[in-house]
């Protein structure tokens, strides 16, 4: 992919990302991750 | 004296290593560092029950949320993978992911070594989508919660960064050992055994934050450029790629981790990598 439509998926990938990350922030999800990161995680050491 | 590129390199992962890791202190209490830090994901695989780790594992992250009853995806987690992505693509494996530099140590163990059978390289991508984004939303309790089940069925770096450093500190957790705990270290095993013989292993077939990243890689702005004019098709540049790839034909490769050998081994200076 070369050019003018690198740069345009580029701008709509940096853009949707920047959207996600601000839904994510807003409907709460920063608390789930860390109260997940700063407990032991039994699934993830293969306990759980 | 002037540092080679790879020299340069491995002093980026390892200074990228530590600042991940910086809680070693952690490790012989078994205590998580509880800090604000955890709010924020790790570009690179690093699990977050690890008691050194700093930040949160974006790929835990993104099954945390989606585990929990009406929130199918992590937007959070996943936003943040793809900002990172389309800026860097898989610059963030060859240069910042903690489990690339173990995987790279590892390779410099003396055995026989092997090129990976492209096709197995397909099955992140089966890993990303079924055991990420469609198990922990899909396969749920009564109550509605999913697991998170990249990290619970298949993921070595926690049973090696978060398990087997918990295990040997809190006596209470080896109680609960049993057949999970069993089939996560024989893929640890496996996965080791499989990085000593080829380079990356886990990479190139096993690792989901690579898998987006490496679709990431064909727009990303850092990215490859070949001069055709200036190749001389020596094929010193696909010798020295340590993903298997051949950058003269696919520059912008999903499997390119953008660590720069084929670039520096390159005798006419065909090949170059930046920010545009």
């Known amino acids: 992919m070369e050019g003018k439509k690198k740069r345009v998926a580029q701008v709509l990938i940096f853009t949707a990302a920047v959207c996600m990350i601000a839904f994510g922030v807003y409907r709460g999800e920063v608390s789930t991750v860390f109260t997940k990161a700063v407990n032991v995680c039994l699934e993830c050491i293969g306990l759980g | 004296m002037k540092l080679s590129h790879e020299v340069k390199r491995k002093i980026i992962q390892i200074a990228a290593f530590g600042f991940s890791n910086s809680y070693l202190g952690n490790l012989a209490s078994g205590r998580l560092y509880q800090g604000k830090w ?66 790279e140590l590892l390779y410099k163990i003396s055995s026989v070594k092997k090129r990976i059978y492209k096709p197995l390289t397909y099955i992140k991508y089966a890993l990303l989508v079924i055991f990420v984004f469609l198990m922990p939303a899909l396969v749920v309790n009564k109550y509605g919660i999913g697991a998170p089940s990249f990290c619970k069925y ?64 064909k727009i990303s702005i850092y990215s490859m450029k070949h001069d055709a004019e200036k190749c001389i098709s020596c094929g010193k540049c696909s010798d020295v790629c340590p993903m298997d790839t051949d950058p003269v034909t696919k520059p912008n490769s999903p499997e390119c981790i953008r660590c720069g050998r084929c670039v520096h081994a390159c005798p006419t200076c065909a090949l170059r990598q930046d920010f545009k």
């Open chain 2, 38 to 103: 955890k709010n924020f994901c790790n570009p690179g695989m690093n699990c977050y029950s690890c008691p050194a780790a700093r930040f949160a594992c974006p790929i835990g992250a993104m099954e945390a949320v989606s585990t929990k009853p009406g929130s199918a995806v992590g937007f959070y987690a996943l936003g943040f993978v793809l900002a990172i992505g389309v800026i860097f693509g898989r610059a963030i494996c060859g240069f910042v992911c903690p489990f690339g530099l173990i995987q």
């Open chain 2, 154 to 217: 298949i993921c070595p770096v926690g049973t090696i960064e978060g398990g087997i450093p918990l295990l040997l500190t809190i006596p209470s957790l080896r109680t609960m050992l049993g057949k999970l705990f069993t089939v996560k270290a024989a893929i640890l095993v496996g996965t080791i055994i499989s990085c000593v013989i080829c380079n990356r292993f886990f990479c190139k077939v096993m690792c989901p934050l690579g898998a987006l990243y490496g679709l990431l890689n």
